[in-house]
């Protein structure tokens, strides 16, 4: 089975070197080649992809945004980070907001390929450079909140709305509900009461930091 494969990378050298790669490989079929999220997320559903290279940072939505917004309405289709950041937090947030994988920019062609092969299949694949930047777990065994996920705690703690919470952020309403789920999966908690009864334990509400 061909695998249908659409790039967004607003770097039109690097968009267009992966697309001539991917060309050579006689299961792939490029759809498309796009320079920005908005962009991907306006034409998913015409170029109806399997996978999904995503950059990370792109002019008018950045890849984590254009992710959440395609998985919400594609959730069969899988996207493949491909970065030039291998820092943990790029790295676990990427996989938080429903990445299937994360690829260095400077990993060798057949590693691309194979990558895209492993999450088409459904799997999950991280590159060699970033396996070791997996989210630790805390001493409860708990992934740990990112400073993000912290700061969104504190305001969901405080009763606000999602809708308040992303005005105050400046983010939207949906990167919110997102952030508010992943929270939640990582904690273990499914009520809101939850959330701020964890946040007066831990003391996030005096400002005093998670203690995880």
Partial sequence: MTIRVLIVDDHPMVAEGIEAILETFDDLTVVGVLGDGEAAVAQVDDLAPDVILMDL??????????TEMILESRPHTK??????????????????????????????????KKAIDVVAGGGQYLCTGAEGAMAPTTR??????????????????????????????????????????????????????????YAMEHGVLQGTGMRT
């Fill in 140 to 197: 409860d065994g708990r992934e740990p909140l990112t400073s993000r996920e912290q700061t969104i705690l504190l305001q969901l703690a405080q009763g606000k709305s999602n809708k308040e919470v992303a005005n105050t952020l400046d983010i939207s309403v949906r990167t919110v509900e997102t952030h508010r789920k992943n929270i939640k999966r990582k904690l273990g908690i499914s009520s809101t009461a939850g959330l701020t009864r």
């Fill in 79 to 112: 996207v493949l980070i491909l970065s030039m950041h291998d820092s943990p937090e790029y790295i676990n947030t990427a996989l938080s907001h429903g990445a299937s994988g994360y690829v260095l920019k400077d990993v060798p062609t057949d590693e691309i």
């Fill in 57 to 66: 940072n792109m002019p008018k939505l950045s890849g984590l945004s254009a």
